[in-house]
């Protein structure tokens, strides 16, 4: 049997790859509620290809996905918790605020799952997102969700997680990768 590499596993679930220009674009804002139909449609495609990878690989960490990595430049964006706790929508999101308190700790991008990377995040973020009615919304996350979160609304800018390691650290392959199938370790 070939074994196929994490990275061609998730091109063959759709998931668009390293490279591509769309990844490093910024998403377009959704004018809302004027756009709603659409922002339902996209959120849709994201929900349906989020249970695609996680029938394929766990996440024990939760996992996210931004319509860029699915070939969509919206912003949108949705992530899963650890657990049962319910997905989470993100809609034009924008980081407000950010702790000065940050950590380092080891991402995975499904638009590059060969390596893992060592990336500083805030340890809270306020993040501002907009409702299907165009409301805006205001919550603040905390710690490994704070991470998630600010990785996808990175990636609705044109970022990826490499952006944000320091220079001097390279991302590792995913055979060195020792924490899978952990959650992220906080004091």
């Not at 024990?60 to 996905?65: S, W």
């Amino acid at each position: 049997m070939i074994d196929v590499r994490p990275s061609q596993r998730m091109r063959d679930l759709g998931v668009v790859q390293h490279g591509a220009g769309i990844l490093s674009e910024p998403a377009r804002a959704f004018d809302l509620p004027a756009e709603r139909d659409e922002a339902e449609r996209i959120t849709d495609e994201l929900f349906s290809a989020m249970e695609r990878i996680g029938q394929v690989h766990p996440f024990a960490k939760g996992m996210g996905i931004a319509a860029p990595q699915i070939g969509i430049g919206r912003a949108a964006a949705v992530v899963q918790p650890p657990g049962d706790a319910p997905a989470i929508v993100l809609l034009n999101p924008k980081i407000t605020d950010g702790s000065e308190e940050t950590d380092e700790q080891y991402e995975g991008c499904l638009s590059f799952f060969d390596v893992r990377g060592l990336v500083p995040r805030p340890l809270k973020i306020t993040v501002e997102t907009m409702a299907l009615t165009g409301e805006t919304v205001t919550v603040a996350y905390e710690r490994g969700l704070a991470r998630l979160i600010h990785h996808e609304i990175d990636h609705l800018g044109g970022l990826l997680y490499t952006a944000r390691m320091s220079a001097e650290v390279d991302p590792i392959p995913v055979e060195e990768y020792r924490q899978s199938g952990r959650a992220w370790a906080y004091e």
